[in-house]
């Protein structure tokens, strides 16, 4: 699968319950030194799930990380490009009902919805608390993940220090209408006729072109690939190939079919968010948003952050970054992570 198609939708060997060294898991090029790692299954709403825990010192802060797609994990990404953030948090990687290895523990996982997903966040927050002893975590949310952190951040602020929005979604209707409004400026002024004629039947929604949302998504996709619309940094695509394919239990995990089935079961939850009216959140909030980023627009989140009161706020621009910033700019997202955000 082609490495921006993953960033787009990350909107993104199986291990046993016990406990592995660090030893086991290489990126590649060096060990993950020095870091614990504590990996398993937990049950979260009657349905087993992969959790694993990345970790120098339980001292740290938690920080539990909600990825992306639906249905695709983040775990070899993280791996690869943020375990540096141990420096500073425990890691908590959860692979969500339908996806990862939970998804390869059960491929036909009751309650897929996002009140479910939502569900088993907060079902994980908890004992994450009662484990570690904290009376609250870092909540983190990247694309499709930061859809079940806002809502996690809106429902629960007790449970949580703060909440980081990794390219956040705010209304995927919208968003799909502004990245064509843009691709459509950039088709004009490139005289690429080809683009344009693509969109004309997109907004008229030709059924010959694509059949429902997340596949004409998929196909606004392809256009925004050829303006860097999605990927904005090409050099890093090499390097994501490589972290995706460098660990032993992901070398052969088949993305897209945890992708199709979550997909078929989210889709209409994905495309019917709206959080255009939300106008106070109760904790405070971190927005790290691609500068680049037209796959879920960063201007939508531009206008949400300028409305939304919170005890404190703060939007991060990635200026040379796509709907990746974590493995576009990976130093400069790892810096952020352990020299502010965990200082607040």
Known sequence: MKKSFLLATLLFVIVSCQNRSSRNLTNGDSLLVNINIDSGFVSLGGEKQYVETLSKSNDNPILLFIHGGPGLPETPLLRYFNSELTDAFTLVIWEQRGSGKSFQNNPNPENMTLNQLISDAHELTLLLKKKYNKNKIFLAGYSWGS???????????????????????????????????????????????????????????????????????????????????????????????????????????????????????????????????????????????????????????????????????QIIWFEYSGHGPLEEEAKKFNDIMINTIAKI
Not at 179 to 189: C, F, H, N, R
Not at 199 to 214: A, H, W
Not at 287 to 307: A, C, K, Y
Request: glycine share 4%; charged share 25%.
């Open 147 to 313: 859809i079940i952190g806002m809502n996690l951040a809106l429902k629960y602020p007790d449970d949580y220090i703060a909440y980081i929005g990794i390219s956040q979604v705010i209304n995927m209707k919208k968003g799909m209408e502004v990245s064509q409004k843009w691709i459509e400026t950039k088709a004009k002024s490139n005289h690429d006729t080809s683009t344009l004629n693509v969109l004309r039947r997109l907004y008229l929604k030709d059924p010959t072109l694509c059949k429902g949302d997340f596949d004409c998504f998929l196909k606004q996709h392809e256009l925004l690939t050829m303006y860097k619309g999605t990927v904005y940094n090409n050099k890093i695509d090499k390097e994501i190939e490589k972290a995706l394919t460098a660990y032993r239990d992901y070398k052969n995990y088949d993305w897209n079919k945890g992708l199709g089935f979550s997909i078929k079961h989210l889709e209409k939850d994905l495309f019917s968010i709206d959080f255009t009216n939300i106008t106070k959140i109760s904790i405070p909030i971190f927005f790290i948003q691609g500068r680049h980023d037209w796959n879920v627009p960063s201007v939508l989140v531009e206008t949400f952050f300028q409305n939304i009161s919170a005890p404190s706020k």
